[in-house]
Structure formats: structure tokens, C-alpha cells
């Protein structure tokens, strides 16, 4: 408290003030004093001068004498003093307080004395007669220019201090009340010096606590309302540049934040300083812990770990690519300037899809270029044994033709459907959409397949739903897809098994089925049987180009439909796909 700036101001105002005030008192309360003990003597004086005028006749007449004493009694009543009358002799002839004839000589009274010498005679002292402390003054009586006696007032000494006091006391009352307002003025001048710097305080305060909206009333055109003003310049300048920072601030973290490649930034020690949900995601962390923490903590990489101290290091851009958490990353790292020391930032790029693509794009080829091998190497092989000679033989050589042909169609037919498969992929096969009755599809695929069920010695029934809606489709593809379904069914159910199609509605979309008691499909080759040249049994030779499923899951996604598959080995299968009713 005693070091705040108020009782710095007010502590020593009002000391000084009071000093100044006590100093000035004391010289006032003694000239006061001084101009009383005056007043009250030059008072006496006169009263005495009266006195000696009264006592005259007394004096100068002998017989009345007598009178005197009577005289010194009644004025003294009357001014409330002892008045003494004395003899040129010193014999006293009258006194206000004690009969005369019993009292001494008072020819060696100092005050008589004087008086007889100058005049006028004072003094102060005790009082032999009345037995206390008087104030006496004394004039010569004088009659036609012949000294006769003294007339002689006083008053006890308390009640001159009394009348002198009295001045002392409203001196030094007015000095108490003058310092009692000094005192309030200094409160009141520090407080309102030290109001506004409190505010400020208070202000900063809440600028420091991150609220910048603090202003300060200003009420004076003084300094401190001129400091009051620069402080509020000061606060909206403030809120201004922080408002700023803080847009370019989120615009920076939307910009990382809907990255999809990481972003992790280092100092220069490698510790990371700022990473983005892409980066948290890829390496599994999370960014809150990961602030502050050396980067090989946070990634568990080496690669990218020695990525970025190569670059800090080196300045050159660094690049790598690395394998994480199932996915496969490029990492490039560079090295930035900030402030004294440098940072390193390390960008991934997630580039799992396009090495799948790729990979794909591998396996494609080599599947296309195999599956056109075999019945090529057969082609061959008959082309060769036409030439040597098989041509001759006429039975033969149409026998090998018809072979011939039938592998130059497996080889149409696999081409077809590649061109097909990569159409619908590509998006690029037009649907024809229109209101399909699938109970009539149904029927149609089945009679065309039906001689082939009977080849297989297979039972083919169509179980129609009688109350099905129209299904807004390709009719000509949908048809491909339920024959391309049904065809499998029947190549791949033994002889006396069964194969049913049926079509149900359920929740805003008909569900086509095409059910066998086939061979069934072994459960790890469930997930991959819509794969393009997928072939669950690879030594059994179903003649079938593993495109079939391929297509028939493209085009019911076309669709906007799902296509599933349900099947136990050695019990049958059951292939389900579902085509939305309203419009996809
Ligand atoms: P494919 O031309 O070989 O029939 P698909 O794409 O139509 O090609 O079928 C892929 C594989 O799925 C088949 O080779 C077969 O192993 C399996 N498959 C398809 N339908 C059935 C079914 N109804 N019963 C058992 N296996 C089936």
C-alpha cells in the first residue's frame, strides 16, 4: 500500500503542506500572542489613565481622601479588575480588593517605580497583597504639572493567559481545520491521479488476460488523458493486428486442415512445431502431444527422421518414400527461413492409390495378355498341324477349323466383354433408362438359357412377384446381367441340381436372386469373386473369362445398385443384386 503511487503523492503533500502550516501557526499563534499581551496592556493603561483622572479631586482635596478608597472599589467592580490609588509617598489610598491602611508601602513596586520614572510602568509578578500571579500597569496622576500619585490596574495573571490563549486557540484552530483540508485535498488530488492510472492498470490487465476490448473513459486533456487516449489507440491498434493474425491464422489452418497431403513442421532442433490432420491420420498421432517433441517421437520413421535433419542440414530439398501404416508415402522435406534460426517442413503425399493402380494396371495386362496366350498357343498349334498335312484330310480339317472358330469367338467374346467392362468403368456406356418389369426380364433371360439347363441336366424355374414395381433401368444390360447370372449358375450346379431367379421389392428398391444347389464358393474367395478375371476354381476350366461378375457389378453400380453374393461350399450359392426404384 505504502508504495502505491497515491500515498506517494499525497504522504509527502500533505507532510509538507502540514509543516509549512505548523511553521506559519506558530509564528501567527506567537505574534498573537504578542499583539494580545499589547492590546490588553495599552487597555489597562487607558483604564488606569481613567482612574487617575477620577482620583484627582480625592487627591487634591485632603478631607476627601476617604473617598478614594470607594472610588478604587466601584471602578474595579465596574471593569472587573483590582484598580490601586497610591500616594506620591508610596501609601496606598484605595485598592479594589484589600482596605489600604493594611497595606504595605508600595513605593518600590516595579510598575510604580516606572511610572513615576517614564511615565508608564508594567509588570508581571506575584502579588504579595492578593497572594497570586498579577498583570499590573501604572500611570502618574499628575495635577498642574505636580506628580501627587499613581493609579495603578491589574488583572490575575490566568485571566491574561486566558485572554491571550483565547488568540493562541483560533490560530491554532484555523491552522487544524486549513491541515484537516489540506489533508482532504491531497486525498482527493491523489485519487484523482492515480483513478485513471488504476483504470490503465486494470486495462492492460485485461489485454493481457486476451481481452482486447478495453477502453478508458477519458475525462481531462492532461497528460494522463492524453496517456488514457493513447492507450485506447493502443488497445484497437491491437485488437486490429490480432483480428488480423488471427484470420490469416485460421486461414492457414483451413488450408492445412483440408490438405489430404501431411504437413509436419520442425525447428531447427527437429522438434516438431505444427502438424495437420492429414499428418496425424497417416502416422497416427495426435498433434496436441506431438508439439515440442523430437519428430522421430512422433513418426517412429527413420526415413523421414533423417529426411528433415538432411535437409536442415544440407538446405536441399530432401525426398523419400516410405511405407506406413499400410499406406505408401512420398515424403519431401525443404528447409525455411524464420527468424534467426531455420525450420523444416515435411510434406507426404499419399500415393497408396496410385501405386494400387498401378499394380493393377500390372496384373490387367498380364491377365489380358495370358488369357489370349492360351487360346492363341491352341490356335497355333491347329495352324500347325494343318500344315503339316491335316489340310489334306478333309474330315480332319473341318474338324479343326471348328475348333479354330470356336477359340477365335472365346477370343471375341473376351474382347467384347474387356471393351464392355472398360466402357461401363470408364463411365462412358450410356444408360438407356426406362420403367423394367423385371418379372418379364426374368423370363426372357431364362428362356434363353433354358436349353442350355437342360444340356446341364439342370431344373430352371422363375418365381414371379406379383406385385412388383417398375424399376427405371437399361433393360438390355439389366437382361445381360440376370443371363450372365444364371449362365453361372447353371455351369457351375451338377447335374439334378436346381437354379431359381425371383425378383422381390424391399425397402424402395427390387431385389433380384438367382439361387443354385451348386458347388458353392469357397469362403476366402467370397470378397474377391466381382475381381475381373477372377476364377474361384483356377483347375477347373468353367470355359468362363472371369469377366462376367466384373461387368455385372459396373453396371449395377451404374445403376445406383449394390450387387452381394452369398454361398456355401458344396450347398450352393446365392447372387443378389438390388436396383434402386426411384431414380439414381
Ligand atoms: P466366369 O466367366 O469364369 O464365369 P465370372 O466373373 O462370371 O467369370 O465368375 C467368376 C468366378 O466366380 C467363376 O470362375 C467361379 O469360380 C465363381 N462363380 C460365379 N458364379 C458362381 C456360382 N453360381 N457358383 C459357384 N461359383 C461361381
Sequence with gaps: MSRSLYWKITVPFTLLVLVGLGVLGSFMATSARHAQLQSLRSHLANEARLVADASLPGLTT?????????????????????????ARGGAVLGDTQEDPSSMEDHSSRPEVMQALASG???????????????MYVAVPITSQGELIGVARVALPATAV?????????????????????????????????????????????GIASGQLEQQIQVRTGDELGQLAR???????????????????????ATVLSSMTDGVIITDSEGQVLLANSAAEHYFAFKEARAIGKPLI????????????????????????????????????AVRFESGKSPGALAL????TEMRSLQTMRREFVGNVSHELRTPLTGMKAIVETLQDGAINDGKVATDFLRKLDTEVDAMTQMVTELLELSRIEGGRAKLKSEPVDLNLLMEEAVARLSPQAERAQVSLAVERSSELPLVPADRERIRQVIANLVHNAIKFT??????????????????????????????????HVFERFYKADKSRSSGGTGLGLAIAKHTVQAHGGNIWVESEEGKGSTFSFSLPLGPH
Excluded: W
Design 120 to 134: 508608564e510602568g508594567q509588570s508581571t509578578r506575584y502579588s504579595t497583597t492578593i497572594r497570586q500571579d498579577m
Design 230 to 252: 493513447a492507450f485506447n489507440e493502443m488497445s484497437l491498434s491491437l485488437k486490429k493486428s490480432m483480428a488480423a493474425v488471427s484470420a490469416e491464422k485460421t486461414r492457414l
Design 348 to 351: 507426404f503425399q499419399d500415393l
Design 494 to 527: 451338377p447335374a439334378g441340381g436346381k437354379v431359381t431367379v425371383e425378383a422381390r421389392s424391399e425397402n424402395s428398391a427390387v431385389v433380384t436372386r438367382v439361387s443354385d444347389t451348386g458347388i458353392g464358393i469357397p469362403r476366402e474367395d467370397l470378397p
Design 297 to 332: 517421437e512422433v513418426v517412429h520413421d527413420h526415413e523421414v527422421d533423417e529426411a528433415v535433419k538432411g535437409c536442415l542440414k544440407t538446405a536441399r530439398e530432401q525426398t523419400g518414400q516410405i511405407d506406413v501404416n499400410g499406406r505408401f508415402l512420398r515424403v519431401v
Design 62 to 86: 485632603p478631607d476627601s481622601r476617604g473617598a478614594l478608597d470607594a472610588l478604587a472599589k466601584k471602578t474595579g467592580r465596574e471593569i472587573d479588575a483590582r484598580v490601586t490609588i497610591i
Design 161 to 205: 493567559k486566558s485572554y491571550v490563549n483565547s488568540a493562541v486557540f483560533t490560530t491554532a484552530s484555523t491552522m487544524a481545520v486549513a491541515g484537516l483540508l489540506v489533508i482532504l485535498a491531497a486525498a482527493l488530488i491523489g485519487r484523482m491521479i492515480t483513478r485513471p492510472l488504476k483504470q490503465m492498470t486494470r486495462a492492460a490487465q
